[in-house]
């Protein structure tokens, strides 16, 4: 059986990493007979997370958005082949914070980079993967910012963006979203954090018991 690989997208601080660890917990224990992946983009290897920190660290307006399209196109191909295509060829569940979308986003919707170019870079890195969910964590990027102020760490570059930058990254999403419904869902973000695990996970559980997954009864 091939695995599953499923993708979070969204905004900053939108929740997505807390969604992810909430999600593997819940996989670890009501999932029977599986493997599990982790991992993140830019990132996933230590070549590739090499690559993560010539992006993330510094000046924010550092590189072209070419140049950030390319470098975060060689930095997934290094991941796709070494982790996430190996992991599904093994039948494992593979959850990804942030994959192609956030490239047609930051570079393409917001940094001026055409789709065109953009799906000649996935064919290029994917090998033809797309994933097989994507969910969309959708906030209004102040209470994003919001949230990473009061977590701290990368909020001086988030709000260094400037808020208009943030409000056409999360319309970017939206309309992807509406462009790709079979496969990006949307879920309201900016609810309690179990709310939105609550959705989450039961969306999840259908995909899982769809592809053969077996899931613990909620007695047992
Ligand atoms: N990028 C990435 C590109 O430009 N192109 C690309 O192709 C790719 C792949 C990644 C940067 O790289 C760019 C996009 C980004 O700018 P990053 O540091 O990994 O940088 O940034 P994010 O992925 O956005 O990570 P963040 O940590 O900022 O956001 P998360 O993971 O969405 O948010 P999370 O889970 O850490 O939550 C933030 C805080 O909010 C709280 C959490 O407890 C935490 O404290 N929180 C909530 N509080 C209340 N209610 C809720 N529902 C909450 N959900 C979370």
């Not at 997505?16 to 593997?24: A, P, V």
């Not at 000046?59 to 196109?73: D, G, H, N, Y």
Request: hydrophobic share 35%; charged share 25%.
């Amino acid at each position: 059986m091939r695995g599953l690989f499923i993708t979070f997208e969204g905004g900053e601080g939108s929740g997505k990493t807390t969604q992810i660890q909430r999600l593997k917990i819940w996989i670890e224990k009501n999932c029977e007979k599986f493997s599990l992946c982790v991992t993140r983009e830019p990132g996933g290897t230590d070549d590739a997370e090499a690559i993560r920190g010539l992006l993330l660290t510094g000046s924010i307006q550092k590189w072209q958005p070419a140049t950030e399209a390319m470098l975060v196109s060689a930095s997934r191909h290094e991941h796709v082949v070494h982790v996430i295509q190996p992991a599904l060829q093994r039948g494992h569940i593979v959850i990804c914070d942030r994959f192609i979308d956030s490239t047609h986003i930051y570079q393409g919707f917001v940094g001026g980079i055409s789709g065109e170019v953009l799906d000649g870079l996935d064919k290029l890195s994917c090998n033809g993967l797309v994933p097989d969910l994507t969910l969309l964590l959708d906030v209004d990027s102040n209470v994003g910012l919001a949230r990473t102020v009061e977590r701290g760490g990368s909020e001086g570059r988030f709000e260094a963006k400037g808020e208009a930058f943030h409000q056409k990254v999360r319309q970017g999403f939206l309309a992807r979203a509406k462009k790709e419904p079979n496969r990006i869902i949307k879920i309201d973000a900016a609810r309690p954090l179990d709310d939105v695990s609550r959705d989450v996970i039961s969306i999840v559980k259908e995909l899982l018991t769809a592809h053969g997954f077996k899931i613990k009864e909620p007695n047992r």
